[in-house]
C-alpha cells in the first residue's frame, strides 16, 4: 500500500498492547483512497518525519480537534506543510505547522481480526 501502511499485523498489535503504539479513528474523506472515514489506524511517536509520511497531527487552530494528513513538505525551520490526499474532500487550509503538533507517525490500518 502507498506510504507503507499496511493492515496491522501481530507485532503492531503487539506495541498497541505495550502502549507503544496509539490508536485513532480516521474522520471525513480528506484522505481517501489511502484510508477511509471510519478506519482505524496506529500510530507511532517520532520527532522525525519525512515528505510523504502520513500523520496524526492537533489542528494548529483548534487544539481540541485532531487531524490526519500527508506531509507535503518541510521547510528549513522545520515547519511542516500538511494536505489531505484527496484535495476535493480536504477543508483544512492553514499554512505551515510546527513539528510540535504531530501526534505521531501513522504506521498501520488497524483491523480486528
Known amino acids: ?3 507503507g501502511i499496511q493492515p496491522s ?12 503504539r496509539q490508536r485513532f479513528r480516521v474522520e471525513g474523506e480528506s484522505m481517501t483512497p ?4 471510519r478506519d ?12 510523504g509520511d502520513i500523520v496524526v497531527s492537533k ?8 487531524i490526519v494528513k500527508k506531509i507535503e513538505s518541510i521547510d528549513s525551520h522545520g515547519r511542516l506543510k ?11 487550509r492553514f499554512g505551515l505547522v510546527n513539528k510540535k503538533y ?12
Open 82 to 92: 500538511l494536505i489531505g490526499i484527496n484535495q476535493s474532500q480536504s477543508s483544512h
Open 59 to 66: 489542528h494548529p487552530i483548534q487544539s481540541d480537534v485532531v
Open 102 to 113: 504531530v501526534l505521531g507517525k501513522v504506521t498501520s490500518i488497524f483491523k480486528d481480526r
Open 1 to 3: 500500500m502507498e506510504n
Open 34 to 37: 489511502l484510508l477511509q472515514s
Open 9 to 20: 499485523g501481530l507485532k503492531e498489535k503487539i506495541l498497541l498492547f505495550l502502549g507503544l
Open 40 to 51: 482505524r489506524i496506529l500510530i507511532k511517536k517520532t520527532k522525525r518525519f519525512n515528505s
